[in-house]
């Protein structure tokens, strides 16, 4: 074979692997519209037969992608990019669909298809029951949830010395161990402990008053979208919408769909969640249109997703430069309403640290409590150590351990996430990772971009967009988390950003510093 | 075989067939929810890959159901239900379904999937062409859909005598023919005419009023879906949502997208869009949800669906019983706005005859004015007889001509309708068609039903909705439009009784009688 006619069949297999993938991607996006539309548009009556729909996507894209005829492309795939540097994006993309094909041919079609058609279902339930306060009704479908999610880790497998929560976290970051996790958790609880110990002895509150004060839910609506749009959500590629969970879905970079919810007391709750979903929703816009469904033009990961959530609702969203700049524009959209409260009063707002029942109103301070407790509940439920009926009973206890609350009925207890009811066993922990992570970007953002807090009183966000677009973005799945970290900020990922920021801002906020 | 096992083998032929249809609905479900979110939910940005999504569903429902494996299940269910009765449900089904794919396996694969990513695509040209008054950007879109329509009807081809409209025309009327068309529209033209000539001369004028009043659009909102409601919609399995064009969509019997759009100056205009697309959503509404997907469950053609629509619009919404209601119920929500008009004159505004450009804002008659036109236009395009070129010229000469008007541009010329974009060509006399078995199957009803025009004067719509759910609803695919005609009307379609209606309505109305 000549050096040229090599170099045509390299990129022969490359296309005919990427037609494949393409293939895999139009069914999963249209999968995700489905569920988008599930929990914003659909009419009560079509619960069944979606579910049946996206049963028989999910069978429809596991069978196409699962075929031999894609592990014999992945094979020719490799041949060809072999000689490419690691970090070339063809050798990439065929190294992380390798990946992904290995771990998909482990799981039965049966059980992907059962599994899709089951999270349809249980979401749908899980609403209901949370409305009506009623964990009986949710305990079964609970129940068949972790049945079917051990199953899978089964099939997944785990390496040497882990546990069944290994296998279903690594769908959500690649390699996650609860080990691993563990040793995050342990220190990360002590440390903030000692902080909220030393907020509550302080002898400055922040002013509780802004979250207090109504606001008509069209305005905050209208404020919100601002917002998202100033800080660069580009909504000719994506939409916001209502829904009693907030997220972010969509079909793929240029169809962006995330929700938010309104409670007329709390225009921060609003803004906060718009802020949380609009940063990933960046992350979406940002990946690359050609790469539409190849592993250059998907995120990195959850953990990854969530930093740049994480890092728009609190190194920006609760920042005094951030509003600074948004206290000047509440006017256009509220009037006068808003007249009476003072910049540190907004600061203030934004920054009370209250531990509460419900994790997504939660403070920075105590955010990370909320999910320390997911992740050893659901740890225990796939390892069989606790029972979906016992559920409330321990969910509540550790609320009182972790926070010192008595969680006064379920609807604020174990029934508050989504996540179980949609199947998403060990996708908690990477809220923290994210958390993590965000603030050891700003860090590194902070130090790379002079001026950009500067930027931000005058409502420029754009180089910080820039950045993230560059050093997160581009970078597709290139990167695990702490490859990715450690590229960026030159150091593997740690807490300590995460303690300075909390006590750099907080501490003076209490008048500790 | 002992007959129980027969009866055994046949009920496992049955279900062997049923769940191979039931998968083709899956997917092409899926695929008009993604068509009605193209329509009234997606970003911008979402068009080219939302094309990709809608080929990509099409070739595999294409592919499913064209099977050889199909033609298999077919042939042994149809030896299952030899023995049932000839409008046995079953039976109906079997029929039907084979009817469909003898016709689906004569299409090829690729010009399927070409023909969705196509009118995905100029559905958004289209809208763009048609805001920027532009036909030029238009014409090559639709260039490409007469060829490829042209290339589909000489792959279904067409019987003796017949020409290539006919091929397409039986996708949403089975059977229907050119020259059976033009029969019905020549002397309909001419008798349509008479009227329109003696209502020109008339001693009375109606009031226009109504129609000139502004009021807001979210009034107008909220009244037309209490009166889509109350007319028997049912929103727990539907929706009512805006878009450019109004239609009828959605997945399925439990979930059905309806859309309408909204003029400042006519609440009219809504109104009857909102109770011409709930006719279709009713009837949709009303088929059968155990046979979701089969024939017994699906709408005879689209021209009893426009009968039901037509019915709503202009048999109930458009009568001095219906107005005695409604009156009643616009202070609830235009507050003192209306309150100057007489009873008369809501009756006046909803029946003037008044020749215009736009098919959907025109009245009861000169409605069928409109669709004679776009029948000679395209099966003109159609027998190659037109060059799309040539396509605004003629479209004006023919206004001239029908209507005597003279259309000011494009806008309001050949580019109003999103029809020819979306493929669908041979599907405008249905229209007319729906609009005859409307007024015949409406006489009918009020024979059946003593005092049904007294009820409409208190709301009460419900009488009239379970004789159309047992007359026409239940029926499924059972008949074809003549053969349902006869059934319940003991005769065949003909235009006596709209014309009936329209001259019993009008002729007072101006004066005349």
């Given at each position: 074979?000549?050096?040229?006619?090599?170099?045509?069949?390299?990129?022969?297999?490359?296309?005919?692997?990427?037609?494949?993938?393409?293939?895999?991607?139009?069914?999963?996006?249209?999968?995700?519209?489905?569920?988008?539309?599930?929990?914003?548009?659909?009419?009560?009556?079509?619960?069944?037969?979606?579910?049946?729909?996206?049963?028989?996507?999910?069978?429809?894209?596991?069978?196409?992608?699962?075929?031999?005829?894609?592990?014999?492309?992945?094979?020719?795939?490799?041949?060809?990019?072999?000689?490419?540097?690691?970090?070339?994006?063809?050798?990439?993309?065929?190294?992380?669909?390798?990946?992904?094909?290995?771990?998909?041919?482990?799981?039965?079609?049966?059980?992907?298809?059962?599994?899709?058609?089951?999270?349809?279902?249980?979401?749908?339930?899980?609403?209901?029951?949370?409305?009506?306060?009623?964990?009986?009704?949710?305990?079964?479908?609970?129940?068949?949830?972790?049945?079917?999610?051990?199953?899978?880790?089964?099939?997944?497998?785990?390496?040497?010395?882990?546990?069944?929560?290994d296998a279903l976290a690594d769908s959500y970051e690649p390699g996650l161990a609860a080990v691993e996790m563990q040793a995050v958790f342990e220190?990360?609880?002590?440390?903030?402990?000692?902080?909220?110990?030393?907020?509550?002895?302080?002898?400055?509150?922040?002013?509780?008053?802004?979250?207090?004060?109504?606001?008509?839910?069209?305005?905050?609506?209208?404020?919100?979208?601002?917002?998202?749009?100033?800080?660069?959500?580009?909504?000719?590629?994506?939409?916001?919408?209502?829904?009693?969970?907030?997220?972010?879905?969509?079909?793929?970079?240029?169809?962006?769909?995330?929700?938010?919810?309104?409670?007329?007391?709390?225009?921060?709750?609003?803004?906060?969640?718009?802020?949380?979903?609009?940063?990933?929703?960046?992350?979406?816009?940002?990946?690359?249109?050609?790469?539409?469904?190849?592993?250059?033009?998907?995120?990195?990961?959850?953990?990854?997703?969530?930093?740049?959530?994480?890092?728009?609702?609190?190194?920006?969203?609760?920042?005094?430069?951030?509003?600074?700049?948004?206290?000047?524009?509440?006017?256009?959209?509220?009037?006068?309403?808003?007249?009476?409260?003072?910049?540190?009063?907004?600061?203030?707002?934004?920054?009370?640290?209250?531990?509460?029942?419900?994790?997504?109103?939660?403070?920075e301070g105590t955010y990370n409590m909320h999910v320390m407790i997911r992740f050893e509940l659901e740890r225990a439920m796939i390892k069989g150590?606790?029972?979906?009926?016992?559920?409330?009973?321990?969910?509540?206890?550790?609320?009182?351990?972790?926070?010192?609350?008595?969680?006064?009925?379920?609807?604020?207890?174990?029934?508050?996430?989504?996540?179980?009811?949609?199947?998403?066993?060990?996708?908690?922990?990477?809220?923290?990772?994210?958390?993590?992570?965000?603030?050891?970007?700003?860090?590194?953002?902070?130090?790379?971009?002079?001026?950009?807090?500067?930027?931000?009183?005058?409502?420029?966000?754009?180089?910080?967009?820039?950045?993230?677009?560059?050093?997160?973005?581009?970078?597709?799945?290139?990167?695990?988390?702490?490859?990715?970290?450690?590229?960026?900020?030159?150091?593997?990922?740690?807490?300590?950003?995460?303690?300075?920021?909390l006590e750099g801002k907080l501490l003076p906020l209490y008048g500790l510093a």
């Amino acid at each position: 074979m000549t050096a040229t006619a090599a170099h045509d069949s390299g990129t022969a297999a490359m296309a005919a692997l990427i037609g494949r993938v393409r293939e895999v991607k139009l069914l999963e996006s249209t999968a995700s519209v489905l569920g988008w539309d599930q929990e914003t548009m659909m009419p009560e009556g079509g619960v069944e037969w979606r579910s049946a729909q996206l049963a028989h996507l999910a069978r429809l894209s596991h069978q196409t992608f699962t075929s031999t005829q894609t592990g014999d492309l992945i094979a020719a795939a490799m041949d060809a990019v072999a000689g490419l540097p690691e970090d070339h994006p063809d050798r990439v993309d065929v190294r992380e669909i390798d990946r992904d094909w290995r771990k998909a041919t482990r799981l039965p079609e049966a059980l992907v298809s059962e599994l899709a058609e089951l999270s349809s279902k249980a979401m749908h339930e899980w609403a209901a029951a949370r409305q009506a306060n009623d964990f009986p009704r949710f305990q079964p479908w609970l129940e068949r949830t972790v049945e079917l999610n051990r199953q899978k880790a089964e099939c997944l497998g785990w390496p040497a010395g882990g546990e069944p929560w290994d296998a279903l976290a690594d769908s959500y970051e690649p390699g996650l161990a609860a080990v691993e996790m563990q040793a995050v958790f342990e220190p990360l609880r002590k440390r903030l402990q000692g902080l909220l110990d030393r907020l509550r002895g302080a002898p400055r509150r922040p002013s509780n008053g802004f979250n207090e004060h109504a606001l008509a839910l069209a305005d905050q609506e209208r404020f919100v979208k601002f917002v998202a749009r100033r800080i660069g959500f580009d909504f000719s590629r994506g939409r916001l919408d209502r829904s009693t969970h907030p997220f972010c879905g969509g079909s793929h970079c240029n169809d962006v769909r995330m929700t938010t919810r309104y409670l007329e007391t709390c225009v921060l709750d609003a803004l906060g969640s718009t802020m949380h979903e609009a940063g990933h929703g960046m992350y979406e816009q940002g990946l690359s249109a050609e790469r539409i469904g190849l592993p250059m033009g998907e995120a990195a990961g959850l953990s990854v997703h969530e930093s740049q959530s994480r890092l728009w609702e609190n190194q920006v969203g609760r920042s005094r430069a951030f509003w600074t700049w948004a206290q000047g524009q509440l006017p256009a959209f509220f009037g006068e309403a808003c007249d009476r409260f003072s910049l540190q009063d907004l600061v203030d707002g934004a920054n009370v640290v209250e531990p509460g029942f419900i994790r997504v109103e939660a403070d920075e301070g105590t955010y990370n409590m909320h999910v320390m407790i997911r992740f050893e509940l659901e740890r225990a439920m796939i390892k069989g150590d606790l029972k979906v009926a016992d559920l409330p009973g321990v969910w509540n206890g550790l609320y009182k351990d972790f926070l010192g609350l008595t969680v006064p009925d379920d609807r604020r207890g174990c029934l508050q996430d989504v996540h179980w009811s949609m199947g998403a066993i060990g996708y908690f922990p990477t809220y923290t990772l994210g958390t993590l992570l965000a603030a050891q970007l700003f860090e590194k953002a902070r130090t790379d971009l002079p001026g950009l807090e500067e930027g931000f009183t005058r409502g420029d966000f754009s180089p910080l967009l820039g950045w993230l677009r560059k050093n997160v973005h581009a970078e597709g799945r290139r990167h695990r988390l702490d490859g990715l970290c450690r590229k960026v900020t030159g150091k593997p990922l740690s807490a300590d950003p995460l303690m300075r920021h909390l006590e750099g801002k907080l501490l003076p906020l209490y008048g500790l510093a």
